[in-house]
């Protein structure tokens, strides 16, 4: 046996830089999706949370709509395009799985020849890139990532199935990802519940989804506060620093339960982005954050603890600085 492996040094600790949203243009209300099946807003409102949702149109695809929030992030973080050098598209949403989107995304972002791949884990789409990208930058096989969430479930839902078709919808977040002396972005704390794998899931044959809501209803109010308690004490932090509470945003009754569940201090904003966006499953997380700094009830700086969930089941938390 000849030569050993080196290793390169990474960064102390890795923080977000920017973010960047894209939502589509077209609102869809719950009275409009009531003239066309058995539903009512009373219903949407009371057992959901959801006003009203964007559906993408034929001109913003994935692939625009994860570069119109990429471009956004760039933006906002300061760098370059030839700064970035490692792409993550979470979506659970392509029709075709070959090729994935990353490259692409990049190219049209003019990143040069990054590493690029798409990542599926659902709604924990985005949390799981962010916590692989934060690694790569503390391994060193990164020096700054681009993460975006990006989804057009409208693709994948039956839009006269009322079951699904009030609930899902398109949209996307991006974040970019840097290097820090001073960690901004706490351990990823992940996990799956595969013997539930087909608890959401387009079943083969199948082009669109089906969710046993009621299923993983119970599983996210009774399963996930836990990992969420792990994120924080991963982080170091606990309830009473945490100044924004963004958890996937799939049903705004499980958002309160959640938030009743933690006990977080008075001035922790929650979000409740679902009111006005739907459940956009990877670009849930990305696509509230940046609604909470828009409307300034967040600031940079700011303490968030995040958490995805969805189909796998799959879960993903971490506690980052808003940029
Ligand atoms: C999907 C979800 C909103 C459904 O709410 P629910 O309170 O569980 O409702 P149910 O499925 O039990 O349905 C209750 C009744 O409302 C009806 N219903 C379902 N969708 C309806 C709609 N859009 N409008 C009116 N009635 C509806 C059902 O047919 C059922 O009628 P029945 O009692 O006559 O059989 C809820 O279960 C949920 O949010 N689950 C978790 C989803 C989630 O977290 N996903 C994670 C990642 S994607």
């Known amino acids: 046996m000849t030569g050993s492996i080196t290793l390169q040094q990474g960064a102390a600790g890795a923080r977000i830089l920017g973010l960047g949203a894209y939502r589509p243009r077209r609102r869809v209300t719950n009275d409009e999706l009531a003239q066309t099946m058995e539903t009512s807003d009373e219903w949407i409102q009371s057992r959901v949370g959801i006003a009203e949702r964007r559906w993408a149109s034929e001109d913003e695809s994935l692939v625009d709509m994860a570069v119109a929030a990429g471009g956004k992030a760039l933006a906002a973080s300061g760098l370059t395009p030839g700064d970035v050098d490692l792409v993550v598209v979470a979506s659970a949403s392509l029709r075709a799985p070959i090729p994935g989107i990353g490259p692409q995304v990049a190219y049209k972002l003019g990143i040069p020849r990054p590493g690029a791949f798409d990542l599926n884990a659902g709604c924990a789409g985005f949390c799981y890139a962010l916590g692989v990208a934060a690694d790569s930058i503390r391994t060193g096989s990164a020096r700054n990532a681009l993460v975006v969430g990006v989804e057009r479930l409208t693709d994948v839902t039956d839009l006269t199935d009322r079951s699904t078709a009030v609930i899902f919808a398109d949209g996307a977040g991006a974040a970019v990802i840097g290097a820090a002396d001073e960690p901004g972005i706490g351990p990823v704390v992940w996990g799956s519940d ?16 089906t969710m046993a809501g009621q299923a993983v209803y119970r599983w996210a109010t009774t399963k996930l506060t836990a990992t969420l308690e792990e994120a924080m ?24 339960s959640m938030t009743r569940r933690l006990g977080f201090g008075e001035r922790t904003v929650v979000a409740r982005d679902i009111v006005q966006s739907g ?21 940079s700086g700011d303490l968030a603890l995040v958490l995805g969930y969805g189909a796998g089941l799959t879960f993903a938390g971490q506690v980052f600085r808003l940029p």
């Open 233 to 256: 004490a991963a982080a170091g932090v606990g309830p009473a620093d945490i100044d924004v509470f963004a958890p996937h945003q799939a049903n705004l009754r499980i958002v309160e």
């Open 194 to 209: 595969g013997d539930q794998h087909n608890a959401i899931e387009i079943a083969a044959g199948s082009s669109t989804m």
């Open 279 to 299: 459940n956009t499953s990877a670009a849930s997380v990305p696509l509230a954050l940046t609604a909470l700094l828009e409307s300034g009830e967040a600031r």
